[in-house]
């Protein structure tokens, strides 16, 4: 085996077999004298071993920190989610000023589901990013987006509950003509918050917290684009009505 020697003189490097361990000779370019290390005085670099610790069920390491790279703010990133927001809220502004059409044609509930739909995987993509804890390691590519999309499509289902429960438990007349109670529309959002925060944690291994407001910023996100179409804040809610184009409650 080989052994690494360095001109304490001229700083030259050079190697010599492992026969010649411990002696003391000249180097060749400068001459001056060169001790050779003995066997046991180089120092061996090892292979890293893998990383003790608790695993999750996707073999991710739960207990080592995470050296993570900070991340500059980048104008082009901040255009593209401006301008999709700004582009969302004009066109839930536009199926609100034409919902009276768009019912005629028997559209509007199609039209309704699909946006809750789209919005579910974007937003819990958003949610995931701000909220994800940072010593654990982040999902990425094709998991990442998996992850997203599932996490998004239950989101979204979520309101299709609402309504259902809503019909189911506490009948059609109280849901559309009378309108359902402030205790009937909070059991209504507890199911809601109960599922979709189990299925943030199940998705994103967020701490049940995080998961909360992973939800909640979906929630928040739809109740206002339904303000902007000029909806209830809630289906079912018949007292309180906002300004707009609505005309059949419960909707």
Not at 38 to 45: A, R, S
Not at 119 to 133: Q, T, V, W
Not at 195 to 214: E, N, R, Y
Request: with cysteine; aromatic share 10%; glycine share 12%.
């Amino acid at each position: 085996m080989p052994i690494n020697v360095t001109c304490p003189g001229c700083r030259t490097r050079f190697t010599v077999g492992d026969q010649h361990a411990g002696k003391t000779g000249a180097c060749p370019k400068c001459k001056g004298p060169i001790t050779i290390p003995k066997l046991e005085d180089e120092v061996v670099i090892h292979a890293p071993e893998p990383e003790p610790g608790a695993k999750n069920a996707a073999g991710r390491n739960v207990l080592k920190p995470l050296k993570r790279k900070e991340t500059k703010f980048r104008l082009n990133a901040a255009l593209v989610v401006g301008g999709a927001v700004v582009l969302t809220a004009a066109i839930a502004f536009l199926l609100g000023n034409s919902r009276e059409q768009i019912e005629s044609a028997g559209w509007w509930t199609p039209l309704i589901a699909i946006g809750a739909v789209l919005l579910g995987p974007p937003l819990a993509y958003a949610g995931y990013f701000f909220l994800r804890d940072d010593e654990l390691e982040p999902y990425r590519g094709v998991e990442l987006l998996v992850r997203c999309l599932a996490c998004g499509l239950v989101y979204a289902a979520l309101w299709g509950l609402y309504w259902y429960l809503g019909y189911q438990i506490f009948g059609s007349e109280a849901y559309s003509i009378d309108g359902l109670e402030l205790y009937q529309m909070g059991i209504l959002l507890a199911v809601m918050i109960g599922i979709g925060t189990g299925a943030a944690v199940v998705c994103f291994d967020l701490d049940p917290l995080t998961a909360f407001f992973h939800f909640a910023l979906y929630l928040a996100a739809t109740v206002l684009l339904r303000m902007i179409m000029g909806l209830y804040v809630l289906p079912g809610m018949v007292a309180a009505r906002p300004p707009g184009p609505v005309r059949i409650p419960g909707r």
